[in-house]
């Protein structure tokens, strides 16, 4: 019997549901959002703005529980950036190859490698949106000089997590669902929602 009600997950990258899916677990019912269901730009000033604009967005077309990923990769030799603009560094259309290359031209001859991934969750009510609960986890490391390989997405390819030696581009999704920034926010998440449903009943 999975806990509580369904939670639709307002993204467009399928990336990011598989390892929502993994993460949650068994107990919970993760949907995806509405098949070519546009959404609107992301022009908030913060992660959770972000998470919010895209979670609110699905939640018109959602009963249950909505949850919004708001992500990115924060380079210290960048002022932390590209931040909020991880996904469009490149260009609004950028892929993620395009990304890795951009990053690694504007990080050439740069001895300070370190980074962080930083993912903020929100937890909206289907239909009328109203914000439920939040979460964020931060998982710190360093970049590599070229693309290493082909698992995960985005920047996973440049990313050496701290206390280990290869990317997450090369490390088992298993290892990385239990050292991720996202694997962090959701474990922070996941009593809120055990609290939420203690409190509904
Ligand atoms: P949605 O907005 O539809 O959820 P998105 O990929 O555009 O999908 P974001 O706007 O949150 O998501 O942008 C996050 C970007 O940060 C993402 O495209 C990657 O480039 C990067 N990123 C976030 N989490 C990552 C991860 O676990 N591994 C690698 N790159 C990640």
Redesign the pocket.
């Known amino acids: 019997m999975p806990k509580g009600p369904a939670i639709t997950v307002?993204?467009?990258?399928p990336?990011?549901l598989s390892?929502l899916e993994a993460l949650f677990g068994p107990d919970w019912t993760l949907l995806p959002?509405p098949a070519g269901m546009e959404?609107p730009p992301?022009n908030g000033n913060s992660?959770l703005e972000?998470?919010l604009i895209?979670a609110r967005a699905v939640s018109a077309y959602s009963k249950g529980w909505v949850l919004?990923?708001?992500?990115?990769?924060e380079v210290d030799a960048l002022g932390g950036l590209?931040g909020?603009i991880?996904?469009?560094?490149s260009g609004p259309a950028a892929t993620?190859l395009e990304?890795c290359h951009a990053l690694l031209k504007e990080l050439k001859g740069v001895e300070n490698r370190t980074a962080r991934?930083r993912?903020v969750l929100v937890l909206v009510e289907g239909g009328s949106g109203k914000l439920l609960a939040t979460s964020e986890g931060v998982v710190e490391g360093r970049l590599t000089k070229g693309l290493l390989g082909e698992g995960?997405?985005?920047?996973?390819p440049l990313?050496i997590p701290e206390k280990y030696q290869v990317t997450?581009g090369i490390l088992p999704e298993s290892v990385?669902n239990t050292i991720?920034?996202?694997a962090r926010a959701v474990a922070a998440m996941l009593p809120k929602l055990e609290a939420l449903l203690g409190t509904a009943s």
Request: hydrophobic content about 35%; charged content about 25%; overall charge neutral.
């Open positions: 307002a993204t467009a990258n990336h990011k390892e959002a959404f992301e992660y972000n998470a895209k919004g990923d708001d992500s990115g990769l590209p909020i991880s996904a469009r560094f993620s990304n991934f993912a995960g997405f985005g920047y996973d990313f997450f990385k991720s920034h996202r």
